[in-house]
């Protein structure tokens, strides 16, 4: 009876890997990957298609809402923080008229 109880201890022990060192952690990458180089390369006036050519296609393309396109990034490596960036473009009339989000054009993005 004593056997079972400590297998079972034992047992209970090696099923959490998280607390064994050098268990390795996977990253875990979802979205769209945004640089700098691509958002400098944006101008107010271009169209659906050239801004698809520089950015790929949105994340998330609103049915309803079709004049805007969303860009996230969610990124976690290992055990770390999940961190993530947005980016949100803006057409009036087909033609890029906005952006926000995590970068701006031709600033440097911190790091």
């Given at each position: 009876?004593?056997?079972?109880?400590?297998?079972?201890?034992?047992?209970?022990?090696?099923?959490?890997?998280?607390?064994?060192?050098?268990v390795?952690?996977?990253d875990?990458?979802?979205?769209?990957?945004v640089?700098?180089?691509?958002?400098?390369?944006?101008?107010?006036?271009?169209?659906?298609?050239?801004?698809?050519?520089v950015m790929?296609?949105?994340?998330?393309?609103?049915t309803f809402?079709?004049?805007?396109?969303d860009y996230?990034?969610t990124?976690?490596?290992?055990g770390?923080?999940?961190?993530?960036?947005?980016?949100?473009l803006?057409?009036t009339?087909?033609?890029l008229?906005?952006l926000s989000?995590?970068f701006?054009?031709g600033?440097?993005?911190?790091?």
């Amino acid at each position: 009876m004593q056997r079972i109880i400590i297998y079972a201890v034992l047992l209970l022990t090696l099923s959490g890997c998280t607390f064994f060192p050098g268990v390795h952690k996977i990253d875990i990458q979802q979205g769209n990957i945004v640089t700098q180089e691509m958002v400098d390369q944006l101008r107010p006036g271009m169209t659906k298609d050239q801004v698809r050519f520089v950015m790929g296609t949105p994340l998330i393309q609103d049915t309803f809402q079709n004049n805007r396109w969303d860009y996230i990034l969610t990124l976690k490596k290992g055990g770390d923080e999940r961190a993530q960036e947005r980016m949100s473009l803006f057409f009036t009339d087909g033609k890029l008229s906005n952006l926000s989000g995590d970068f701006r054009p031709g600033a440097a993005k911190d790091e």
